[in-house]
Each structure stands twice: as C-alpha cells, then as structure tokens.
C-alpha cells in the first residue's frame, strides 16, 4: 500500500492501523488497492488539529476561502472523467454515470465558492435607545461528515463544499465500500492553500471508527448521509454531547402514473428512476402507483423497457445497468425477492444473478406487480434494482397510498392534468416533488432532504446548507455619546 492510499490527519498522508482490499463489483479479479483504516488514535489527533485549523481557516478571509473552493471545483470538473472512470470501477455505476457524478461534484465547490461571498448578516434597531445590533453567521466550528457508498464523491462534495465555505473545520468518514474515490478527492484538497489540519480524512469501519467520532466531545456538527437504522443509532449516540445534526436517511419513494399520463415518457421515468444507479439511489423509484385504467397496458411496457435494460461491466461500453455494489447488498436483494413472492407479490421479471464475461455482483432488474402497500417490499427499504408496482383506483387513492409511508423523501406525478399536478405538489408528503420527471435527478443549487423518517435536521444544499453549517451571534453594541 502506498501512504496516498491511506488516511489524510494533520497535513500528512499515513497508513492507518490496518488495510482493507477494496475490489470492483463488475469484476472480483480487479483489485483496485488496499486502503488504509484508521485508529482511534489517528481520530483524536485529527480532532485535535482541526480545532486549531478552524480558527486559522475563518480568520483567513472570505477571498481566500473563495479561491480554495474554486480551485477544488475546477479539478474536479477538469478531471471528471479520470476520476469517474476510478468511482465507477470501485462502486459499479456506469462510466457516464460515475463521470457526470465527479463534474456534480466539482459544481458544489464552485457554488460553494460563490456562497463564501453571500454571507450577510441583518442589522436590527434596538428598542433601547442608543444600542445598535447585528445578527451575523460564524462557523459551527470542527464537522464530522459520515457518507455512504452510493454517490462516493458528490454526496461528500455537498456536504465538505458549505463546511469549508462557512469556514469549518472537517473531519470525514466515508464509507469502506468506496475509498479509492474517498482518496482522490482528498488529493485534491491535500494540495490547496490551507492550513494544516482543516481537512481530515479518517476511512474505517462505521461501527469502531465512526462511532467514536459521532461520540466525541470535539464535534460540534455531524452530517450523515445513510441508512435509517445506522442514522437512528448515530443520532442517538451523538445527542449526550448535543452536537448540530443533519441526518439524510432512506426512503421508499413512490411515482405515481395517472391514466392521463405520456405513456412512452411515463415508462422512460419510471424505468430510469427505478434501476439507475442498479436502483442505489436514496431517490429511486421503489413504489410504483397506477391507476386501474391504464395499468395493465403499463405494466407490459414497463417489464419489456426493464427487460431490455443492459446489465453489464461498469466501464464497458452500451451498459445501462452495472453490478451492485457487495456480495453482502446482492444477498439483501435476493432475499427481498424471496420475501416478495412469499408475501404473495407477482414477480414478473428479474430478480435474480445474472453470469456475465467477468464475474461480479449482477442482478436482473425485477418488476413486482399485484402488490399492497403493506407488504414489506413496499415498507422497507431495499437498495436494489427491483421495483414494486401497486394499483389504484384513481388519483385519491393513490395520493394516499403514496403519502402512507414512513418515509418522504422525494415523489414524483406523471400526469398532463394541471389540477392533479398542483393538488399533488401541495399534498404530498416529501422533501422533493417531481411532476412528469423521475424522483431521481436534483439541482445542486436548491434544497435537498426529505420528510419523516427520511431526514432530520436542517437541509442540505444551496442557500439553506447555510442553517447547518453556521450558527447566529447577535451584537449589542452601545456606542455611547461622542466626546
Ligand atoms: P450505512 O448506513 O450502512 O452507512 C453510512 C455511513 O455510516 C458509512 O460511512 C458507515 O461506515 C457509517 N457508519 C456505520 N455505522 C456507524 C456508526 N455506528 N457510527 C457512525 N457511523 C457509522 O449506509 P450505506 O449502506 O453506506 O448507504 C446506503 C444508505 O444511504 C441507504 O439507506 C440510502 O437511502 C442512504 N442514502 C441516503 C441519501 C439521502 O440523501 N437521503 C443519499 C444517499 C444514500
């Protein structure tokens, strides 16, 4: 193993306590490297300088903090498509897929960038005379950034680009799954102008590494992008120390399609939210609602549009679908099929290992249709490529089926009737509301987050990322008389 493949503490590249081999899921004979875990001791002292840093970082300036998110953002765009080729060997999306993610990611910086230069405070009238008061932002101070595997590089980028915007201190945990990506966007932030200690980079298990940094007394902010039970056990561990928390957790999301929808484009969203990404995506399509009059006409197009879907080799060329990410999360997903058919659901396509040229974690996109909303492939959510269709008796009904949920992160409507469309965007219960688009596919300059069990916290993203990743001091002055 080489020091670059290790963890990022004080300034320095080191080697952790142990390794962890990291292999491509489109095929276990490429070993991509071994990367570095780090100790409960490299976590401490990277909390540690962080403190220090942070200080250092706010008094540096908002031009200087500019040019350093700009330079990160350029690279990563300029580089978008080395990069990709490395997330998407080592998480198993497409090549397009994992390049357009890295050019995403270099957008959040140079947003960010721009964000550095909008920090305004409000002045107010005292209602004692001769006070004056400001309310300004200042940095939460040390943040502790715990990502998953999915968006390996993007899904950091949004959080680590507001953190050193508002002028904080990081110290981040990304998942073991994805840290080959996890290395070279740290190179990027390794090599600007920053002071020693601003940006840590500490890989390791989530239960030893990740808990003790959620545990810690020196984090004033945790932002966890993962799942539910693990978010639920972070939250609870963190809330003796009282730090800011943001918390972007599961989801079931539902897509309802209306008798009065575009077919064609209908089949075309829901296809592409419910198996891009091999349906890894917090905002994928898991419930599909549909209305009687059209739903078996529907269906067949949606089992042939899945059916015809190529699963294959990330990097290879023509592939639509790649593997998905473990042996572990291909395990979950079949048992989610064996689960669907026992509770009685109709599994009218995929679902199950596909042998490809190189041997890797492929999986059939599967439709289950005939389902209710209280089976459990409806409840819980699976991370698969697999995708639950539920019949409705019109557009009521399906509005409350979709709404009955512990979950609300993103919905979306296919309809060309204004009036469901609008009744739709004002009722459903979710962070984000798609109208004849997919639920998956954001911008990166509005909110992000959802409702329920989904998230907790202030949101991410745009302006409002600024809630998080600042906290308010309001002045009063008394200027006295002039002499
Ligand atoms: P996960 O919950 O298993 O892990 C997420 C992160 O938490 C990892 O870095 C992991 O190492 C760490 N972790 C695990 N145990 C920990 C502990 N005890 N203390 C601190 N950290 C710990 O999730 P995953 O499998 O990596 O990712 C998939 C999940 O992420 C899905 O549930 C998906 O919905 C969710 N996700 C949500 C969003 C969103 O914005 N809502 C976006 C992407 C992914």
Same mark, same amino acid.
């Given at each position: ?40 001791a ?54 397009a ?41 200042? $940095?939460?101070?040390t ?9 390996p ?28 990506s ?25 239960a ?14 945790i ?62 399509a898991s ?12 269906v ?48 009218l ?35 698969? $490529? ?15 089926v ?10 979306g ?6 009036a ?17 688009? $997919? ?42 008389? $002039?002499?």
């Amino acid at each position: 193993m080489t020091d670059m493949n290790g963890i990022y503490v004080g300034g320095r590249w080191r080697q952790g306590a142990s390794t962890i081999e990291n292999r491509n899921p489109s095929d276990l004979t490429d070993v991509i490297g071994q990367f570095g875990q780090a100790s409960a001791a490299d976590l401490d002292e990277a909390l540690i300088v962080a403190r220090k840093a942070q200080a250092e970082w706010w008094a540096a300036g908002v031009q200087k903090r500019h040019d350093v998110l700009m330079a990160i953002g350029t690279e990563l765009m300029a580089r978008s498509a080395e990069i990709g080729r490395l997330l998407s060997r080592e998480e198993g999306k497409p090549l397009a897929e994992g390049t357009g993610e890295v050019y995403r990611a270099g957008q959040f910086f140079t947003y960010f960038a721009a964000e550095v230069l909008r920090l305004h405070g409000d002045l107010a009238e005292s209602v004692r005379p001769g006070i004056e008061i400001d309310v300004r932002r200042e $940095p939460v101070g040390t943040v502790a950034i715990i990502s998953p595997w999915n968006f390996p590089v993007a899904t950091p980028a949004w959080k680590i680009a507001p953190a050193l915007a508002f002028g904080n201190a990081v110290v981040w945990k990304p998942a073991n799954a994805t840290p080959a990506s996890a290395v070279a966007l740290t190179e990027i932030i390794s090599r600007q102008d920053i002071p020693v200690g601003l940006f840590n980079l500490v890989t390791g298990p989530g239960a030893e590494v990740g808990q003790r940094l959620v545990e810690s007394t020196a984090v004033d902010a945790i932002s966890f992008t993962g799942s539910v039970p693990v978010g639920r056990g972070v939250a609870a561990s963190a809330i003796s120390t009282m730090p800011k928390l943001q918390m972007e957790m599961g989801s079931k999301n539902p897509f309802l399609v209306m008798d009065d929808a575009d077919l064609d484009l209908a089949v075309a969203h829901v296809t592409n939210a419910a198996f891009g990404g091999t349906g890894q995506k917090c905002t994928a399509a898991s419930r599909v609602i549909v209305h009687e009059r059209i739903h078996d006409v529907f269906v067949e197009r949606l089992v042939a549009s899945a059916q015809g879907l190529r699963v294959g080799h990330a990097l290879e060329d023509g592939t639509q679908i790649g593997p998905v990410v473990s042996q572990s999360q291909l395990d979950k997903n079949l048992e989610y099929i064996r689960i669907g058919q026992e509770e009685g659901a109709e599994l009218l396509c995929g679902g199950q290992r596909l042998e490809r040229p190189t041997d890797g974690f492929y999986m059939a996109p599967a439709v289950f249709a005939g389902t209710s909303n209280d089976m459990r492939i409806n409840r819980e959510e699976m991370f698969a $490529p697999v995708t639950c269709v539920i019949k409705a008796g019109g557009y009521e009904e399906a509005l409350s089926v979709a709404n009955d949920s512990e979950f609300g992160l993103t919905a979306g409507i296919m309809t060309r009737s204004l009036a469901r469309a609008s009744h739709f965007r004002a009722n459903m219960r979710a962070g984000c509301v798609m109208v004849n688009l $997919p639920t998956a596919g954001t911008d990166y300059h509005v909110p992000f987050g959802g409702r329920g069990a989904s998230s907790y916290g202030p949101r991410e993203q745009g302006s409002y990322a600024a809630e998080f990743y600042t906290t308010v001091k309001t002045a009063y002055v008394a200027a006295g008389a $002039p002499e």
